[in-house]
């Protein structure tokens, strides 16, 4: 398995999105990363919000060469709940892993148009 479970979604506008993750333990990416503590490596977050912006919001994935912004700021494991928004400003794709008042990663990636 590679994606979450997705609990909900919700289309805010056509432009943006969000989404509540059930990250399941038998996510592929878990494995070898790390023995005994596994966490959701960052590629993996840049490449499911890739994904779901292509899902849902119709963006051509493959424009989004360039990290402009990250941040991690809290490890993301297994069987956690978290949001995904996600909004697409612009040549700009923009997004937030979060729960409540927990913010797990940032970030902005830009188009090469």
Known sequence: MK???ILSQEKLTDLSLLLEL???PEIIYFEGHFEGMPVLAGVVQIGWVLHYA??????????FQQIVQMKFTQVIRPDMVV????????DALTFKYFSG?????????????
Do not use: Q, T
């Not at 949001?83 to 612009?90: D, P, R, T, V, Y």
């Not at 008042?101 to 148009?113: C, H, I, N, T």
């Open 54 to 63: 292509a899902l849902f919001l119709e963006v051509d994935k493959s424009k």
């Open 3 to 5: 994606y979450p479970f």
């Open 101 to 113: 008042d927990v913010v797990y990663a940032v970030g902005k990636l830009k188009s090469s148009k």
């Open 83 to 90: 949001s995904l928004s996600i909004e697409l400003k612009g």
């Open 22 to 24: 059930k990250i399941l």
